[in-house]
């Protein structure tokens, strides 16, 4: 018989050992894998960074700053832009601004200006003369760039983004006025003075400042419409507007931007707070919503899974956005639908940022139409001052003589249409549907229905 006796576990002792269990696992295995998932990431990231740069593009907020460097202070516009902004009178509101392009819809499309209507344009030069003065000096330098810090990444302030949106307005009515008095070069130096003023935002690599620019053009095109329709310019006069509308054109914008806002999207990343802030699903769970969110990312890692998600997203899109804009739409498009489908039910900030960026490429084609129709535009009334007032019957009748092509249409990769009847002509791209529609413009009444993108003379 064994007289030994087995040595009795009390309860106490099991609960010690998983006690001691437990803490290992809290405090030792847990913290390495955690540790050794960073790590992972973090070479991961690098490598990534160093993928990014390889191809020419900016990884960093150091890289955005050494790819846009500041120009010599003689030589930058920027500083007689912000003078510019000062000067300009309380007066130069969006509110008179809009009254004014309403009042000028509504006129007679013949005959002179309600001479009501006339002095308050006038009115609203001269009480914004200075600021008129310093657009036009400014539009004479060779450089710009206004005082940006990249490293502040989504909080960065961009104040002069209105700014130009308004004097793009204010130099719109300057051309309407002077087209109005048959003052031909003041109009065109006003075209040129607005069309600088947005390409003071040419170079800066975010989203929001080339979507400012495109929205400067849509003003500036709009004025020249009108002043074509109202006065005639003479051959000098019209090929130097052609080449101002031709200056304007930058299809490196697209993935200037995207690139750019790669970096200022990265650097959320680590301040995660910037994007949950605006996620109505965060701020549900309250005052502390986002901060305790934030901190549940970092501490699971999710935050370095979703960094990883997003470089890859915007790997595909910033590739896309490099092939012509006809084909990068479908594309990004598509992006947009997968990025939907695989959306998670954690709050993700590749989900919060990236949908708007896969639809920016219809602006960008939407500018680069506008633009090219005013051209071909230019181009028939050219071609008017030959031909005894006739127009073309073909828009391919003014190639070679007074275009090097007929530009293609960003949405479907064809020519730009062109109609005329008896009232005038259109030059038009079928804009985001795809459809022909014969050159049909926008307006309230037909909201909803098949719309052309229109440069109507």
Partial sequence: M??????????WQRWRRRVIIGCLLVFVLLPAVLGGSTWHNQVALEREMHAI???????????????Y??????QNAAEIYQQSFQAQAKSASNALYEDMMKQLKDAPKRGPLDAALHKLMTDYLQANAEALRLLHEAAGRPANRYPLDFSEG?????????ELRQSARLLEVEALVAAEDGDTRRALDAVAAALAAANSLRQEPIPVSQLTRIACHDITLEGVKWIMARISFSEEELVRLGGMLQAAEDPGAFT????GERVLALTAFDHPEQILEGSPEVQSFGPVGVSAVAGLMRVT???DADRRRFLAYM???VTASQKPIWLAIPLMEDMGRRLQAGQSWMPSVTDSMLPSFTRMGQSFARDAAGIAAAEIAVAIERYRLVHDNAVPDHVQDLVPAFLSAVSVDPFDGNPLRYHQDE?????YSVGEDLRDDGGTEATPQRRGHPQDLVFRV
Wanted: net charge positive; charged share 25%; hydrophobic share 35%.
């Fill in 2 to 11: 064994d007289m030994r006796h087995k040595r009795r576990v009390y309860p």
């Fill in 53 to 67: 740069r390889a191809k020419g593009f900016p990884a960093s907020p150091a890289d955005l700053e050494k790819a």
């Fill in 69 to 74: 460097p500041l120009p010599p202070k003689e």
């Fill in 154 to 162: 989504f909080g960065m302030l961009l104040p002069h983004l209105a």
């Fill in 256 to 259: 200037r931007a995207l690139a």
């Fill in 301 to 303: 890692g999710t935050t």
């Fill in 315 to 317: 790997e595909d899109i």
């Fill in 423 to 427: 009232t005038g002509y259109s030059v």
